[in-house]
């Protein structure tokens, strides 16, 4: 099973950039879907952007504003995040699947906290 290890959060002023990093054990070129979801406190875990077989997607509320990206490599999925707002504040987790028919494997989160 893939390992994931994200990266990169920390507390950022509204307006601010912060760019997330997911290593992963392995090359997930093959991999049927990627991605970023996001927990805010009480609040379910929901999907932030996804490349599903190379085609990548964005939720609404940060299409045009977050960019979700791969290393030449393949073994890690980056996640640009420009313009942060309050509402972006949450633990994001990366994920990988293998296929459609496989349970995805999870990172552990990193905290992102957008205040002034």
């Known amino acids: 099973q893939v390992q994931l290890v994200e990266s990169g959060g920390g507390l950022v002023q509204p307006g601010g950039t912060l760019r997330l990093s997911c290593a992963a054990s392995?090359?997930?070129?093959?991999?049927?879907?990627m991605g970023w979801y996001r927990q805010a406190p009480g609040k379910q875990r929901e999907l932030v952007a996804a490349v599903t077989r190379d085609s990548p997607k964005y939720a609404g509320a940060v299409k045009d504003r977050f960019t979700i990206s791969r290393s030449n490599t393949g073994d890690t999925v980056y996640l640009q995040m420009n313009s942060l707002q309050p509402e972006d504040t949450g633990v994001y987790f990366c994920?990988?699947?293998?296929?459609?028919?496989?349970?995805?494997?999870w990172g552990q989160g990193t905290q992102v906290t957008v205040s002034s």
């Open positions: 994920y990988a699947q293998w296929t459609q028919y496989h349970s995805a494997s």
């Open positions: 392995e090359s997930l070129f093959r991999f049927y879907s």
